[in-house]
């Protein structure tokens, strides 16, 4: 069994910052990518960045310049930094990753449960 836990999120105001945090636990032998990802109701859920296991990153133009995606391989964790919030990113933040439960296995996507973030005065 394993899990993915989304911590970090909540209410803040414009402009202002969050550091949302992803953990994995349980049968774990490796992680590669892992990624965050946000839906809002009646929209796909969409990439808002991924990093490597080696730390080569990737963005969604929206989170260019205001969001960092950083991970602890040691932890298993994944982080996302974020900052100058805008009401456009109110959303469930969810956290995956591609995970190798035995050595010599396929690598399966986990996902966690989903954190809110909600950006308004």
């Known amino acids: 069994q394993v899990q993915l836990v989304e911590s970090g999120g909540g209410l803040v105001q414009p402009r202002g910052s969050l550091r949302l945090s992803c953990a994995a636990s349980g049968r774990v032998f490796s992680i590669n990518t892992m990624g965050w990802y946000r839906q809002v109701p009646g929209k796909q859920r969409e990439l808002v960045a991924d990093i490597t296991r080696g730390g080569s990153t990737n963005y969604a133009d929206s989170a260019k310049g205001r969001f960092t995606i950083s991970r602890d391989n040691a932890k298993n964790t994944v982080y996302l930094q974020m900052n100058s919030l805008k009401p456009e990113d109110t959303a469930v933040y969810y956290c995956?990753?591609?995970?190798?439960?035995?050595?010599?296995?396929?690598?399966?996507?986990?996902w966690g449960q989903g954190t809110q973030v909600t950006v308004s005065s």
């Open positions: 995956n990753a591609y995970i190798t439960r035995i050595a010599g296995a396929f690598p399966s996507i986990d």
